[in-house]
């Protein structure tokens, strides 16, 4: 399966120029567009939240290619477009980019490449933590509140209405990402829920 991956920001973007290059580069390269994946949505959004993660990384099976103009319409941060590029090496997806020139597969500088990028996002996400716990007590020695305020419910105990609900739906076949969607939380929510509901 050949992914034709296009992204922009906002309704007043254009999707067509993407798709233009794209079918341009496919017919130079005697490459078939099986399926497009269009989206208008921020490339700040997790891609668990966009088409990128619910029907490509979902769905993208070994040997699969997915192109795109460029590497940075999988997302805004450094960060989270090496995990997605991560996601697919380790699976033996093939990412190709038209401007940026990457050719990313199941060769050995992939693979270094897969490993460059867990290192460098792990490192990363450590930074990002470190910079969080640093704040939150600065927050504290400043006197300001941290945490939810008294009687808010967490989202984790939010699902404890939909036990039996999510317990059938499970057994129907239904993916836990769709789950969480419908629930308006974010799949570790649903997922930590699952594991709390098991081991009660």
């Given at each position: 399966m050949v992914y034709g991956y296009i992204r922009v920001s906002t309704n007043h973007q254009n999707l067509e120029n993407q798709q233009l290059e794209i079918e341009?580069?496919?017919?130079?390269?005697?490459?078939?567009?099986?399926r497009w994946i269009e989206e208008k949505i921020s490339g700040t959004k997790k891609p668990e939240y966009r088409k990128l993660g619910k029907e490509i990384m979902n769905n993208g099976k070994e040997g699969d290619m997915i192109i795109c103009t460029e590497i940075s319409r999988f997302g805004r941060s450094l960060i989270m477009i090496m995990n997605v590029l991560q996601f697919f090496l380790e699976r033996n997806i093939k990412v190709w980019t038209i401007k940026d020139g990457y050719r990313l597969g199941?060769?050995?500088?992939?693979?270094?490449?897969?490993f460059a990028f867990?290192?460098?996002?792990?490192?990363?996400?450590?930074?990002?933590?470190?910079?969080?716990?640093?704040?939150?007590?600065?927050?504290?020695?400043?006197?300001?509140?941290?945490?939810?305020?008294?009687?808010?419910?967490?989202?984790?105990?939010?699902?404890?209405?939909?036990?039996?609900?999510?317990?059938?739906?499970?057994?129907?076949?239904?993916?836990?990402?769709?789950?969480?969607?419908?629930?308006?939380?974010?799949?570790?929510?649903?997922n930590?829920?699952?594991?709390?509901?098991?081991f009660k």
């Open positions: 341009k580069f496919a017919k130079i390269n005697g490459i078939h567009v099986d199941d060769d050995i500088q992939s693979k270094v490449l897969a867990g290192l460098s996002a792990e490192i990363e996400r450590q930074l990002i933590s470190e910079r969080t716990k640093l704040g939150l007590e600065r927050a504290r020695l400043e006197g300001k509140q941290i945490g939810r305020k008294m009687g808010r419910k967490s989202d984790y105990y939010k699902l404890s209405d939909y036990d039996e609900y999510i317990r059938k739906e499970l057994i129907l076949g239904r993916t836990k990402q769709s789950l969480a969607d419908e629930l308006g939380v974010s799949w570790t929510t649903l930590k829920h699952l594991t709390r509901i098991l």
